[in-house]
């Protein structure tokens, strides 16, 4: 069936370090994919998004490439800042059947200033 | 624009119980959804809607009740609470399948 595999957390880093957040994910059919971002004690609200094959989303320094070759769509930041301390979820959605939206199970970002 | 809202924030109740969950948007949505979101596990959609007077199950249906008769509400109902009910539940809406999704800012819930 479909799903998304995220890496565990917690993932601790110093402020400037890399952030890579692994996902990968199985579909049937077409997805378009998603990373949401969820602040304490708030829902979740959309990071980036891409919904082809080698599309690139991008927002507030964070991207994420959809590649179909390794069914991935892993999370980056050059710089990462304490305010990016929050829980990190991937998700996937089919654009046609069935609906669905699946996610991952997060990935808690800590950042130390 | 409000966007998506949910009342009550904090809720406790008693194992048998029940209790409605209310969920708003006001952005002319379709497509609204409810999910759970339990530690280490993620959301799980419960129920969703593809319009009013359209509701399907999702995941894990088991022990809750929606209805969708108007675009804007979609109640999440409680029929019997359990305390493996115990959760953060948080509803959302979207434009249409395929498209990002908005998020309330969720109930959290304890049966005791």
């Known amino acids: 069936g479909d799903s998304v595999t995220q890496m565990e957390g917690p993932v601790t880093l110093s402020e400037e370090a890399f952030l890579t957040i692994n996902c990968t994910y199985t579909?049937?059919?077409?997805?378009?994919l998603f990373w949401y971002v969820q602040y304490p004690g708030e829902g979740l609200q959309l990071l980036l998004k891409?919904?082809?094959?080698?599309d690139k989303g991008s927002n507030k320094g964070f991207e994420a490439t959809y590649r179909k070759e390794t069914t991935s769509f892993h999370l980056e930041k050059g710089s990462v800042q304490v305010s990016d301390s929050a829980v990190y979820f991937c998700?996937?959605?089919?654009?046609?059947?069935?609906?669905?939206?699946?996610f991952g199970t997060g990935t808690r970002l800590k950042v130390l200033a | 624009n409000a966007g998506v809202t949910q009342t009550p924030k904090f809720q406790v109740l008693k194992t048998g119980q029940s209790m409605t969950l209310q969920c708003a948007q006001d952005?002319?949505?379709?497509?609204m959804s409810w999910y759970r979101q339990d530690p280490g596990m993620g959301l799980r959609l419960i129920h969703y809607?593809?319009?009013?007077?359209?509701?399907d199950q999702g995941e894990v249906p088991n022990g809750y009740n929606v209805s969708r008769s108007t675009t804007e509400d979609f109640p999440l109902r409680l029929l019997s609470a359990a305390p493996s009910q115990t959760s953060v539940y948080f509803c959302?809406?979207?434009?249409?399948?395929?498209?990002?999704?908005?998020f309330g800012p969720g109930t959290r819930l304890t049966v005791t």
């Open positions: 959302a809406s979207s434009y249409s399948q395929g498209s990002k999704q908005y």
């Open positions: 891409a919904t082809k094959a080698d």
């Open positions: 998700a996937l959605t089919l654009t046609s059947g069935t609906y669905k939206y699946i």
């Open positions: 579909a049937t059919g077409y997805p378009s």
């Open positions: 809607s593809v319009g009013a007077g359209i509701t």
């Open positions: 952005m002319n949505h379709e497509y």
